[in-house]
């Protein structure tokens, strides 16, 4: 199956400072998104980008479908932002609706 | 626009027993997918659910099994529960088919503990 890696593993940053979150996956993808799971395990929509750039606020992304990558940026950071931080693709094999698969995410600790 | 809901939030069983957990999809969602999240790991896919069918499997054994209803929830049952099926699981909804946009949204899950 599609094989996703996430990088860095952990990442501390202080307040205010900006960040770069790494996806790389092994195969071509039909929808990539990228959550952040909160303190109490909920997992949160950030972007659904299979492909090009989108902003929202101080985060935004970009995939390079065609080099099989996809990178999060994380301006201004800010203590909420801390948390896991996950990247999930979905190759369409057989049609319709197929399964995310979800890299083992990047933690995120923004310091005061 | 009520979003994915779960029940219930926590569960402690012990080993051998049987669980089910329940799922309602985001309003207008017809497609339920079913993921197991271990401490420190990310989410793994159990199984989908659309039509009433089971329509896509994961890696896991035939202790998992599921159902759908005609009002689009889920039910997600394990029976003879190990302990390494302590973990959160999470519900996500989705439109089958869904054209150009295929996106799942995340129910705030279920704490299982086996003891």
């Known amino acids: 199956g599609i094989q996703v890696e996430q990088s860095p593993p952990d990442l501390i940053l202080q307040e205010g400072a900006n960040s770069t979150l790494r996806c790389n996956f092994s195969?071509?993808?039909?929808?990539l998104q990228w959550f952040h799971q909160n303190p109490w395990g909920q997992l949160i929509n950030l972007f659904y980008?299979?492909?090009g750039t989108k902003q929202n606020g101080r985060l935004s992304a970009t995939t390079v479908a065609t080099e099989r990558y996809s990178l999060l940026y994380i301006s201004s950071s800010q203590t909420t932002d801390s948390g896991v931080y996950f990247c999930?693709?979905?190759?369409?094999?057989?049609?319709?609706?197929?399964?995310?698969?979800f890299g083992k995410g990047i933690t995120l600790s923004v310091r005061p | 626009d009520a979003g994915v809901t779960q029940s219930p939030t926590h569960l402690i069983k012990t080993r051998g027993q049987q669980v089910t957990l329940r799922c309602s999809p985001k309003?207008?969602?017809?497609?339920v997918s079913w993921y197991q999240q271990a401490l420190g790991q990310g989410p793994q896919f159990i199984f989908q659910?659309?039509?009433?069918?089971?329509?896509q499997r994961g890696n896991f054994p035939d202790r998992f099994s599921g159902h759908q209803f005609p009002n689009y929830s889920s039910e997600l049952n394990v029976n003879a529960l190990l302990l390494g099926d302590s973990a959160l699981y999470l519900c996500?909804?989705?439109?089958?088919?869904?054209?150009?946009?295929?996106?799942?949204?995340f129910g705030p899950g279920t704490r299982l503990t086996v003891l």
């Open positions: 996500a909804s989705s439109l089958f088919a869904g054209g150009p946009r295929n996106e799942q949204f």
């Open positions: 195969d071509s993808v039909n929808n």
């Open positions: 980008i299979p492909s």
């Open positions: 999930a693709v979905e190759r369409r094999d057989t049609g319709a609706n197929s399964k995310l698969t």
């Open positions: 309003s207008g969602h017809d497609t």
């Open positions: 659910y659309y039509e009433e069918e089971e329509r």
